[in-house]
């Protein structure tokens, strides 16, 4: 049974930094690609970032290109958001996710995805 659990959500000013994690069990974690999605309200749900099974290669959509980063460390079954110079614009549930495919990478696709966290709320106060 594959369980991913967020934290490291919260409330920032525009212009702070948060940074989240997602600990994953239930699948061989160094396999596969993980991804972040958020969801703002009234707004479909997105693909902020995401990353190969090894950490190698990451994608970023355009909107946090260059403010966040996405990492892993596989040792500990857990990927990690690092958001910096934040707007308001990125107030949302952020979900991470795991892909549905062992050991390869559609990068930015968001349709590979099968199991999402229960989400952490960032909210960015102007």
């Known amino acids: 049974q594959v369980q991913l659990v967020e934290s490291g959500g919260g409330l920032v000013q525009a212009g702070g930094s948060l940074r989240l994690s997602c600990t994953a069990s239930g699948r061989t974690f160094s396999s596969y690609a993980m991804g972040w999605f958020r969801q703002a309200p009234g707004k479909e749900r997105e693909l902020a970032a995401d990353i190969n099974w090894s950490g190698s290669s990451t994608f970023y959509t355009d909107s946090v290109k260059g403010r966040f980063t996405i990492s892993r460390d596989n040792a500990k079954n857990t990927v990690y958001l690092q958001m910096n110079s934040q707007k308001p614009e990125d107030t949302a549930v952020y979900y991470c996710?795991?892909?549905?495919?062992?050991?390869?990478?559609?990068?930015?696709?968001?349709?590979?995805?099968?199991?999402w966290g229960q989400g952490t709320q960032v909210t960015v106060s102007s």
């Open positions: 996710a795991v892909y549905g495919y062992i050991n390869r990478w559609w990068p930015g696709d968001p349709s590979r995805y099968d199991y």
